[in-house]
């Protein structure tokens, strides 16, 4: 059996099978779902960040050509939230008062959606406005008023420290304070949220098409809100063009297009144009994090105090809010890949006038690292040691795991020292320094910047996985062939074909013979969907469970069958043999013929057919991710324009499933990265309007903004089942504070050092004017 | 309920087809390759003009399908993502695409093939430099461009071994 156990597929760059009907323009999208008498909806928005409202007149658009119904909060007044948890919930058609630019007030349901929003102009809302409440600051002190007067603003609050923080603090020889910025960014996926719904009329139940990462969570969100019972209610998702954390909510929209269907009996669809897309998708990353180091004289940090806060805007998202997850997480991986043994926070969420603040991938990561690798660049320059060597001295050591933050986080085995040692030689670290002094004084202003990160992934309980386990079917169907279904709601990640794989190695039958379904709750089993980088470890580890447990029935057919021993059966290539007389063989197919149709040969106590559900909980709560990015930039201190010239990263993920695929991640990744570095922004005005409601207002990086990115993989394996680790998240995690690093450094003439993200080129010629020049 | 604007009757050339279509002056030629013809591969990703996803070749050349209307189609050739995909199997260009791994979500690609397809046919030098600028008007959120760049530029080798 050692040989067929041997992984062949796990590992391999096997192309994708998702890839044809993608390129060929045959794969089905949200928007791509129509059937005959599909009624579309577009919504009408609030124009105002807060106002009450005074009356609304629908009367016009009723009575418009080709408008089917018109609703409002009397016709859908379902809350998002029961007040028990947050004491506010969002009302999906706004009641009495809006609290954002965007939040939907009324649906219009017409025959198209050119229609629907005609229909939605001649709507008129009276509205009275009120001061907007817009700094996180002021918030937290109730300024200038509560934004729901039935709840304070600050609606999570939280404080931890070490024991024996403040001696430690008081008694460190060095001390520097810092406050970190980062400005609101969003997903911005490629294809905009919608969702279509439809009756059953024979079964009553209702299926909902919903462009989601997480199917049943969807499910449930509906059944619960909606007061349906969960068989009543299929999800189905189809092809999704992106997610990254902001499909993992449960929207307004959602509700209103499915009470909209229940409601006329006829099929709905909205799908969110890019103004609605930027307007109200989750929001991200609206934190301050206002800073101190306690650190010795060798650059050893001691301690780390911070107030943590974040700006949740004007609902918590539904089912969870970002603010309270992009801070909880931060607050406890704060110090990152460093052995620094002292830390303290205090957390402040609050209410303002904004769009909710949920999931953007690396959620809590990318705000974390920023701070952290902040704070080791600031001691660097402080003591005037090399970055490098700072992080040298801090990093946890190999023989300290498992290693237990200042947090109380464990963290399982990595490979930090080694992943910034090895991406060092990659980038050319040490003849850096001398080519960045030549060009110097050529009037040119490079800079590199490290970022070495942990990424927590596989959460037992992630924000888009209501549950900490997966779930996977395996059916061998009667020809040999084999069907698997997952929970899982993949956005572009590929486990078409990494479910494939694993199960391909387990069965013993070829890759080109297995189909995953997954994102339809009638086939898929329970499970909590994609995010949080779950998917890879808890999913795939789920399908290798399924797999090994069907391997065993598969070698106790051949076993019988063949008439030997079941420690002697090998499986391969579709085909079970025994070991050393290739000759005694048997076709996989055979067997599941005999499984399904020859019932008196089944083996004693196995069951008919060869079908089966495993779901895996991993035994720890998390498993760490780690690595290194390197950037260097060249900044243009008459322009303030950043570019980024050259990228390392060394990664570290467990056991790889497909290389090609880890690269596409990590790519993506340091897009997104350089992207929340030094372009997107979303900008309010003084009265609380989103003024950056185009993509060219918020600007996402094009393709001669990234340059190549060298990647390396170590592979340091998880406990967990197949030694995988996630990964999704980590390059998004890493990148922004490597490249913010890298134009501090640029800037090391004119004293400054970054510390708000995105830092645009006003800021860098700011900080290029307001500096000196040594 | 009846349909409230007044349809025109219209002749549109699409991937070499003649298609008889009744529009309403004001859809976009992306609405109505997608709902009225039923070539779905084309997808709507801003209605703004910047991302590209909705890229069609207008005879030849790169244009925003959610920026023109289908009236002014009329007596041009479109082509669309089927449009350039062979009968059975894909095009090399595709085959480069997932050699690649140049997608990821899947939906910025037929856009991205499109435009990627324009260059090679006007430019089938391009180097890098001009694979990246041409690229610049179609946004991709999950690669990081650098496998896409990648797949255009191994197609280019292989149109030139041929």
Known sequence: MAQAMRPQMMGARVSRVEDPRLLSGQARFLDDIQVPGMLEVAFVRSPHAAARIRGIHTEKAVQYPGVHAVLTHQECSVLLWERDTYKVGQPVLANGEVCYVGQPVVAIVAENRYVAEDAAELVVVEYEPVTPVLDMRESILEQPRRVHPEAENVFFHKKYATPGFDEAFAKAPHHLTASFRTNRQTAVSMEPRGTAAMVDAASGRVTVYASTQSPHRMREDISHLMEIPEHLVRVIVPEVGGGFGMKANCYPEDIVVVAAALKYKKPVKWVSDRMESLETDVHARDDIHDVEVAFDGDGKIIAIRDHLMADGGAYPAYPFSGAVGETSLASRVLTGPYDIPHLATEIHCTYSNKTPLGAYRGVWGPIASFIQEGVVDRVARHLGLDSAEVRRRNMIRPGQFPYRNAAGMVYDEGSYLQSMEEALTLIGYEGFRARQAKLREEGRYLGIGISVFVEPTAMASSEAGSVGYESCTIRIEPSGKVTAALGLGPSGQGHETTMAQIIADQLGVRFEDIVILHGDTDSAPFGGGTGGSRSGPIGGGAALVAGRQMRERLVKYAASLLEAGEEDIELGNGQAWVAGVPDRSIAIRTIAETAYTNVRKIPEGLPIGLELTARYLPKRPVTFSNGTHIAEVEVDIHTGVVEVTRYAVVNDCGTLINPTIVEGQIHGGVAQGIGSAILEALHYDEDGQLVTTSLLDYLLPESTDVPRIDVRHLETPSEGEGGIKGMGEGSLIAAPAAIVNAISDALTPFDGMVDTLPVTPPMVLQMVSGGRTR | ?162
């Open chain 2, 1 to 162: 309920m009846a349909a409230v604007e007044d349809r025109i009757s219209i002749q549109l050339q699409v991937n070499g087809r003649q298609h008889q279509v009744e529009v309403a002056p004001r859809w976009t030629l992306a609405d109505v390759l997608r709902h009225q013809i039923g070539l779905t591969g084309t997808h709507i990703g801003c209605e703004q003009g910047v991302c590209g996803a909705c890229t069609v070749l207008l005879d030849g050349e790169p244009v925003r399908s959610c920026l023109m209307f289908a009236v002014q189609a009329q007596g041009h050739h479109v082509t669309t993502v089927e449009g350039v995909t062979p009968e059975t199997g894909l095009s090399p260009l595709q085959e480069s695409f997932r050699d690649h791994h140049a997608l990821q979500c899947g939906y910025c690609t037929p856009g991205m093939l499109l435009t990627a397809q324009a260059l090679l046919d006007r430019n089938p030098t391009a180097d890098e430099g001009a694979v990246r600028e041409a690229l610049t008007g179609n946004l991709c959120r999950c690669t990081g461009y650098q496998f896409i760049v990648d797949a255009v530029l191994a197609a280019r080798d292989q149109g030139r071994d041929e």
